[in-house]
């Protein structure tokens, strides 16, 4: 299975993402940010660096489905080429697909996202515009979705990680 597990910043695809892999033997999380972390001066270079771990990661994700095993990609997809790419390695690799996005209306996203306390001074919504940017990429994420028919739309619910797992499973 290839599993794309989109969705506002903050609402809880890491998490979910590793429930996952802790119960599914040799599946893979595959935590693009996380990737790019290991990528010597990201932060001087976002462009290439954004890019460069966007490969690696289809990259690693065609290496493990090729063997058998699953792979699940928690990450805001708000560009239909990205998941285009991704269909294209579930095909090439006979997995089966599955676009999956955590959601929530935008206030709602908003919200949790400031009531998770991780906001940073100086981090990437502050640098992007703050609240606006939070907003901006709800927007540009939902329109995607509208472009993309089998995209499996669950809300979760705040405070229940193994009631929005088992919402994931179903």
């Known amino acids: 299975k290839l599993i794309i597990l989109s969705g506002p910043l903050g609402i809880g695809k890491s998490t979910l993402a590793q429930k996952y892999v802790d119960n599914h033997p040799l599946a893979l999380n595959l935590d693009i940010d996380h990737v790019r972390l290991h990528i010597g001066q990201w932060r001087e ?3 290439q660096s954004a890019k460069q771990s966007k490969q690696m ?3 690693m994700a065609r290496v493990n489905l090729s063997a058998g095993y699953s792979v699940i990609i928690p990450q805001i997809y708000r560009k239909e080429e990205y998941l285009q790419n991704l ?7 006979n997995a089966d697909l599955y676009e999956i996005v955590l959601y929530v209306d935008k206030p ?7 009531d998770r306390g991780d906001f940073h001074p ?3 919504i502050e640098r992007g515009g703050g609240v606006s940017k939070l907003e901006s990429m709800h927007d540009e994420m939902s329109a995607l979705i509208s472009k993309r ?6 809300e ?3 405070g229940d990680i193994d009631g929005t797992y088992q ?3 179903d």
Request: overall charge negative.
């Open 57 to 59: 990661a289809e990259d």
């Open 45 to 47: 270079y976002p462009e």
């Open 87 to 93: 269909e294209r390695i579930a095909n090439d690799t």
């Open 167 to 169: 919402k994931l499973l």
């Open 149 to 154: 028919p089998n995209t499996i739309k669950i």
């Open 156 to 158: 979760p619910v705040l």
């Open 122 to 124: 100086g981090g990437l």
């Open 108 to 114: 709602e996203a908003v919200k949790r996202f400031m």
